[in-house]
Structure formats: structure tokens, C-alpha cells
């Protein structure tokens, strides 16, 4: 029979001060999608033993930090991987327990808004209770008062525009059922640092990028379709609101601010923005232009399309079918709160992020390669 962790681990017995356990800089990621694969590599980089929770999937899922766990097997590099899933209790309590971490980043989440509307219940219970379930695992295993937690809460938060820029004290009216979970989120975070007098953060992120982006997300989307028409592979890139604007910021930079939110010496809230709002249809024009193709629009509506303003060719046509039931117009943080408490501003720049993700794509469609 295995041993039982709750009661043979020394750990857990609270051996340790809480400065010895702290010190054992012991992280636990759920979620190793874009922003995971970057933040395991800086705690990675920093000395941290770090842990994923990955989810079984009969296709292949770990490509974005493939690169980490290779090295494991080559260079012992500290990065171990267990299979769970935000939706099941007892093997987050059971994970939590063996790994002992001292900082907890909830990063998992159904993440798309748009698939939010097609399937409601399932991300209300992954991306709201799955918050809930991962801290009372941490409750379960005694750690409340050891561990530090950080919350992916989201700039959808805000939804509707209520003030301009967005800031930790705007009111939330969300727009999605991604939206509403990750308010439930939200608020069960600041439930349990309020009643346990846990160390627990949220981080209001407004949308970051990079070239590990999920590629049905609009940016990825659009840098891939760009890559393949210069390419020659693809004739035509179809869109739905292309007028909305967003706050977009180069994911490696929000990382460094999660980290930074669970160094602080008091647990609090923080947007973590560019302070620059810019359009899907910007975007599209700009991601052309590191091509060297100039787009010119013409139409109206759903009508309106995109043409290569040298050959006339249609590069980009609007299909409803990509419009929500709901949509957020405008996405603009202020990260002034983050930049005087956490001395954190985004490093790169939105023509630097563009530019940076169309040569990724130009580059791994030249070289065949299709992960992410
Ligand atoms: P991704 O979609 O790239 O990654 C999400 C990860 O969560 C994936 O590894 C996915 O696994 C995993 N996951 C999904 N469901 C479950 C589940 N039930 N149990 C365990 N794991 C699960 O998102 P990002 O990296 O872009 O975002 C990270 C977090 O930050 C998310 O919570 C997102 O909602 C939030 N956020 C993101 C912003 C952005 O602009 N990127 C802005 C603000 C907040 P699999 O790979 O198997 O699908
Ligand atoms: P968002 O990102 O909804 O802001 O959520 P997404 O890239 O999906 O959409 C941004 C905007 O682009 C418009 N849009 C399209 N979007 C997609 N995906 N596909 C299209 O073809 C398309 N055409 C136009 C959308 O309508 C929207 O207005 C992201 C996610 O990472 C969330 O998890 C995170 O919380 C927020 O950012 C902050």
C-alpha cells in the first residue's frame, strides 16, 4: 500500500518554521499553456523547483514546454509534471500534499471567451469552482498560512465599459460566461485571503501575447494566416469584429509581474497592463506590413473586406460566424498601481510584440513546424 502523505510526511507535520519551508522555493503551476510555459522557465530560472498539473489527453499536449522537460532527463532540471485536472478535488488535494509547494499560480482556465458561450457549465466549473477546489486543497493539506496563491483573473472582468482606463478599483460587468466564472474566481480569492488570512493575489491581466499564443486567439490567429499567405499556403484570413480594441502586452513581461505580486509583503490585487489600446483590424494591418504588404479595406459591415494594395487579391473577409453573442468594444488598463508597488512596466512594445509573432510564424511555417 502507498504511504499516506497527510500523515507520514514531515512537511506536513509542520516541522518546519515557516521560514525553512519557505525558503524551500517550491512552486506549483496549473496550466501549461502559454503563460505556464513562460513563467516555469523564469521560476525555473530563479531556482525554483517547479510543478506542473497537466491534464491526460490522448493527443499530444505538452509542446510548449517540451523544451523544460527534455532537460529534466538530460540536465536534472528541477520541472516534474503531474496529472490532474481542475475539476477533480481529490487529486488536487493529493497533488498539493505530496509537492508541498510554497507558491501556488492558478493559471489553468478554459481561456477562451468566445467557446465560453458554447460551453458555459463546463468553464463555470473549471475556470469558478476549479479556484474554489484548488484552494480549499491547500486548506485541506494545512498549507493556508504557507502557501502564497496567485489567481489569473482577467481584464474581461470588466466587460462592459464602465471607466476608461480600467483599474483595480473599476467596477466589473462581465460579458461572457468566461467572463462571469473568472468573477467567481475573483471574489472566492479574496473570500479565503479575508477568512483565512491567506496570502492570496489576483491579477487583473489584460491580454498578452507571444509566439506560444493558443492559435484560435485572435493575434495568433492572424500572424499565422499572415505567415501562410506570404507563404503561398493560404489565399484568404476570415475575422469576426475586427473594430474591437485591446490592451495587448508580450506575455513574457506579465510573468515576471505574477512572480512579483507573491514577493510583496501583503497580499493585494494588481492590473497588470501597456496602458495602449489598439484594433483587430491595426493588428491585421500591422502583421501585414512586417511582410511587406500594405492592406487597403474596403465595404461595409460584413461586406468589408481586406485587399493586397498592390495585387488587388482579397487577403482577409469578415464571417459572422466569429461574432459573440456578446462582445467587450474596449480593453485599456492602467498599470500604475503595479509599476509604484511591484516596479513592474511592460518591456516590449506592441510593434516589437507583432513583429516578433509574424517572423515566428514565417519561421515555423518555413521549417514545417506546426506546435502550439
Ligand atoms: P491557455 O489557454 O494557453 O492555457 C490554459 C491551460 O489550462 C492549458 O494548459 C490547459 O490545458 C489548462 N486547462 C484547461 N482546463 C483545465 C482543467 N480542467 N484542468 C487542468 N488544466 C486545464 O491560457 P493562457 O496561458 O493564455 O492564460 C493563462 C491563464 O490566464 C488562464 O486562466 C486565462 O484565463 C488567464 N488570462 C489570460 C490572459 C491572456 O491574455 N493570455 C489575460 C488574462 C487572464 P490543455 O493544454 O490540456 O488544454
Ligand atoms: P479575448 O481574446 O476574447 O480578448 O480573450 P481573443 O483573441 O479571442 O479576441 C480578441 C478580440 O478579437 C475579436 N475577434 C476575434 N477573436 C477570435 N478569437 N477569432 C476571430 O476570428 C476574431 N475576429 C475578431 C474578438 O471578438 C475579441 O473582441 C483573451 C483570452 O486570453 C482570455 O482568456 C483573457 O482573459 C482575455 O484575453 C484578457
Not at 124 to 153: E, H, K, M, P
Request: aromatic share 10%.
Amino acid at each position: 500500500m502507498s504511504e499516506n502523505v497527510f500523515t507520514s510526511n514531515p512537511l506536513f507535520q509542520h516541522t518546519l518554521s515557516l521560514e525553512d519551508y519557505r525558503a524551500r522555493k517550491v512552486a506549483l503551476i496549473t496550466g501549461n499553456g502559454q503563460d505556464g510555459s513562460y513563467l516555469a522557465e523564469l521560476l525555473l530560472s530563479k531556482g525554483y523547483e517547479v510543478h506542473g498539473i497537466i491534464r491526460r489527453s490522448s493527443s499530444f499536449n505538452t509542446g510548449r514546454i517540451e523544451h523544460i522537460y527534455k532537460d529534466f532527463h538530460e540536465t536534472g532540471v528541477k520541472f516534474f509534471l503531474h496529472h490532474g485536472d481542475l475539476t477533480d478535488s481529490t487529486c488536487l488535494v493529493h497533488i498539493v500534499a505530496q509537492v508541498q509547494p510554497t507558491e501556488v499560480y492558478n493559471l489553468a482556465a478554459q481561456s477562451h471567451v468566445k467557446v465560453s458561450f458554447d460551453m458555459s457549465e463546463y468553464t463555470g466549473d473549471v475556470d469558478g469552482l476549479g479556484t474554489l477546489r484548488l484552494l480549499d486543497a491547500i486548506r485541506t493539506c494545512g498549507l493556508a498560512d504557507r502557501v502564497r496563491f496567485y489567481q489569473a483573473s482577467t481584464s474581461e472582468l470588466y466587460g462592459k465599459v464602465v471607466e476608461t482606463p480600467q483599474k483595480e478599483t473599476t467596477p466589473f460587468y462581465p460579458r461572457s460566461p468566461y467572463g462571469v466564472a473568472k468573477l467567481y474566481g475573483f471574489w472566492i480569492v479574496v473570500n479565503y485571503r479575508e477568512s483565512y488570512n491567506m496570502f492570496a493575489c489576483n491579477g487583473i491581466l489584460f491580454n498578452h501575447e507571444s509566439p506560444r499564443r493558443g492559435r484560435t486567439f485572435v493575434t495568433r490567429k492572424i500572424t499565422r494566416a499572415v505567415a501562410d499567405i506570404h507563404l503561398g499556403r493560404q489565399e484568404c484570413l476570415y475575422l469576426g469584429n475586427i473594430d474591437a480594441q485591446r490592451d495587448w502586452g508580450h506575455a513574457r513581461d506579465y510573468v515576471e509581474g505574477m512572480w512579483l505580486m507573491l514577493q510583496q509583503d501583503e497580499p493585494e490585487d494588481f492590473v497588470l497592463a501597456t496602458g495602449e489600446t489598439h484594433t483587430v483590424r491595426s493588428f491585421v494591418e500591422k502583421s501585414f506590413a512586417v511582410t511587406g504588404r500594405k492592406l487597403v479595406w474596403q465595404g461595409e459591415g460584413v461586406n468589408e473586406v481586406g485587399k493586397d494594395a498592390e495585387t488587388g487579391k482579397v487577403r482577409v473577409r469578415i464571417d459572422p460566424k466569429y461574432f459573440r453573442p456578446a462582445e467587450v468594444d474596449l480593453l485599456l488598463g492602467d498599470p500604475t498601481k503595479a509599476k509604484e508597488k511591484l516596479g513592474w512596466t511592460r518591456k516590449v512594445t506592441y510593434d516589437e510584440l507583432v513583429t516578433e509573432m509574424v517572423v515566428a510564424d514565417v519561421q515555423g511555417g518555413l521549417n514545417n513546424n506546426t506546435s502550439n
